[in-house]
């Protein structure tokens, strides 16, 4: 990061590596500059997190994103500082491929889940970089921002997925082709029911949309989600749910990316041509062992921070979930199960 600091020139713009450095520097975030690249913004409207054609296909205008502290803020008020290359570039380019996907309602190939996970990775992007800018408490503006500046870095793995849609990138990773986990499910239309959806769990990484008849959660864990379950909660990657029981999923894909307790080494490179993403190790936050002499990546699933987590993200009530009374666990996701799968202890 050092080499960077001074070296914001123009002869660095075509390495996507230090691009993506620039874009998560503390004094580049604090200054505004273009959430992308780190470059100065164009004057205009900044890039719209929820895209408008997003918007316009769901009717979100009026609808509102909850933020961490609390206040909520109209779908079309919620942009970032943005440069136009950038916008009219690799971004629209994004945007471009997904819309067919959404329309679709199916991810069919790894190449449309890397172009789902740009993207999504792009949204999370977005939504922290736009909460570095509002203050924690608006009649108390000493408490600072509702997201530290600082803690933008955290995104760099985040920002590499972005990336990689600016040249072509070979993934060499530990877990899944990809240096994420990523999760799709189909979504019985229900004619009541509305049709968007979108959750984030910022400690964990994680981030769920609902898209009409497509359900996507995505989490920023290098993969380590799927090297414990490559098809997700009860092994129901790809199948067709309610609406509730997606709500279900990605409260479980959500709990379970706040125990990650592990990150990973990296090693890339980057020619004129392409990009090279080196997944090297796991990197443990703590060196417990498990009883098979294993490294601990998730600390251990509790029930009852489960059952809150989901019944906010359901509206059921927690005890739904588990009863701390009888120790019984529970579960909208019964129809598509068989009676073990539920108490099946590696469920998580
Ligand atoms: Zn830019």
Known sequence: MAANEDNNGDADRGYV?????????????????????????????????IPKWLQRKFSLHDERLGLLNQTLIPYRHLTVPCCTPCNTGFLSEIERKVQSIVDRGEIGSDDEQLAIARWMAKILIGILVLETALLLDRKNPSLGSIVPVDWIQELHHCHLILQSARKPTIFNCLHSPFPFSAYWYKIEYQENEFPFDLSTNIIGQSIAMRLGCLGIVLINDGGLQMEVGPKGPF?????????????????????????????HFYINSESP????????????????????????????????????IASRATGADRSIFFDPATGKRGTFLGNLLGEDMVERSDAN
């Open 17 to 49: 590596l230090s691009i993506a450095e620039n874009a998560i520097a503390p004094e580049n975030i604090k200054k505004r500059c273009c959430f992308a690249c780190g470059g100065p913004p164009s004057t205009g409207q900044g890039e719209h997190v």
């Open 235 to 263: 092994d129901l990657l790809g199948s067709t749910v309610s609406e509730t029981q997606f709500s279900e999923l990605y409260a479980r894909i959500h709990y379970k990316s706040s125990l990650r307790d592990a990150t």
């Open 273 to 308: 041509t392409s990009i090279i993403i080196n997944q090297e190790t796991v990197r443990p936050y703590t060196s417990t062992l498990l009883p098979g002499g294993e490294i601990k990546i998730f600390r251990p699933w509790d029930e009852t921070t489960f059952s809150y």
